[in-house]
């Protein structure tokens, strides 16, 4: 899988330390989050730019072949499950996170084929909104 440069806040990696902390089971979305995690430059929620995904940022992405747009929040797995909500524990998910505009990440599907997807915009960012309590 391709894995680009990635930024996360502080305050991110602590929530999302903590839940992967209160999983009973530990499967390949808990990990792959764990690698993402390791692997992050980590900046104070203030100094975070406006162009990187942060948990609760809502995206444009577009899949490269089709050219397809996708509109998705990236939220924690309570959260998830309405159309558009992408979970932090799914492959996309966790490869959401920290990425910048223009950034590209490789998809696995469920049906095993791998799409490149393109972030294309940050709709919402909680950081730049000044929300910090999501």
Same mark, same amino acid.
């Given at each position: =899988?391709?894995? $680009?440069a990635?930024?996360?806040?502080? /305050?991110? /990696?602590?929530?999302?330390?903590?839940? /992967?902390?209160?999983?009973e089971?530990f499967?390949?979305g808990?990990?792959?989050?764990?690698?993402?995690?390791?692997?992050?430059?980590?900046v #104070?929620?203030?100094?975070? $730019?406006?162009?990187?995904?942060? =948990?609760n940022?809502r995206?444009v992405?577009?899949?490269?072949?089709? @050219?397809?747009? *996708?509109?998705?929040?990236?939220?924690? $797995?309570?959260?998830a @499950?309405?159309? @558009?909500t992408v &979970?932090?524990?799914? +492959?996309? #998910?966790?490869?959401?996170l920290?990425l &910048?505009?223009?950034?590209?990440?490789?998809w +696995?599907? +469920?049906?095993?084929?791998?799409?490149?997807l393109?972030?294309?915009?940050?709709? *919402?960012?909680?950081?730049?909104?000044?929300?910090?309590?999501?």
């Amino acid at each position: =899988m391709n894995a $680009p440069a990635i930024t996360i806040t502080r /305050l991110d /990696l602590q929530r999302l330390e903590r839940l /992967l902390d209160s999983l009973e089971d530990f499967g390949p979305g808990a990990q792959a989050l764990e690698a993402e995690l390791a692997r992050a430059q980590v900046v #104070g929620h203030d100094e975070v $730019p406006a162009g990187v995904v942060t =948990m609760n940022s809502r995206v444009v992405c577009r899949e490269e072949s089709s @050219g397809k747009e *996708y509109h998705l929040t990236l939220v924690y $797995p309570d959260d998830a @499950g309405s159309e @558009g909500t992408v &979970s932090i524990l799914a +492959p996309v #998910g966790s490869a959401l996170l920290g990425l &910048s505009v223009g950034q590209h990440i490789d998809w +696995p599907t +469920p049906a095993g084929k791998l799409i490149q997807l393109t972030l294309l915009a940050v709709e *919402y960012q909680p950081e730049a909104a000044g929300a910090y309590s999501l």
